[in-house]
């Protein structure tokens, strides 16, 4: 018959530590889609806390590529927009808007996977969807539901207009066909340009 092994205090106090630095060893960013109510709240409180105090968070969905540029102004940029993110940035701009709020709005509701593009290659740029915009995942192309583009007009005072230096791409995907692993965008100008630029879906939401 197997006899019970008495564990003291300090011995049940160590495994627990280990168990706990065992626990925090695991990532606990990663992608995150269908949005529970708990990861909505998650954002929501994240958001407030940007609104409140700044983090790295909301800034990591941005990535500029010097590799793509008009003059010394103008860099292209490129943010991703996940559902978790979306949730976040509503809380971080919005007044008299509660956990509860985020929860009502968001949990069950359709909501895509959004990226802004604002490429910047040359100076009087062709019309918009000269450039090709691909987007890789696992080493598959994973297409837009929308792909509005228009052209990019640098800011400038009121009484001057710059020529378009690129264009504005606002793309919209199925969140359901992304996951936790490496996001690739790649850029292909018309006057033959390649640059890109990856976001590490296991380390972000």
Not at 87 to 98: G, P, Q, T
Not at 121 to 144: C, F, H, R
Request: proline share 7%; charged share 20%.
């Amino acid at each position: 018959m197997l006899k019970a092994i008495p564990i003291g205090r300090r011995s049940l106090c160590r495994v627990s530590s280990v168990l706990l630095a065992l626990l925090s060893a695991i990532p606990t960013w990663a992608y995150d889609f269908p949005l529970t109510s708990n990861a909505i709240r998650e954002a929501y409180f994240l958001g407030k806390r940007q609104l409140s105090a700044g983090t790295e968070f909301l800034p990591d969905y941005t990535h500029l590529i010097p590799d793509l540029t008009v003059g010394e102004g103008f860099v292209t940029k490129v943010h991703i927009e996940t559902p978790f993110f979306q949730v976040a940035d509503r809380a971080s701009k919005a007044l008299n808007y509660s956990a509860q709020d985020a929860v009502k709005e968001f949990y069950g509701k359709p909501v895509a996977f959004r990226m802004v593009l604002e490429i910047c290659y040359m100076v009087d740029a062709p019309l918009p969807t000269s450039v090709k915009i691909t987007v890789l995942q696992n080493g598959k192309e994973i297409l837009p539901a929308v792909d509005d583009r228009s052209a990019f007009f640098p800011a400038t005072d009121r009484y001057s207009r710059a020529p378009d230096i690129g264009e504005i791409a606002w793309l919209e995907f199925d969140p359901q066909k992304f996951d936790s692993s490496v996001l690739t965008i790649l850029i292909d100008t018309p006057d033959d340009q390649h640059a890109g630029t990856t976001f590490d879906l296991q380390s972000m939401r």
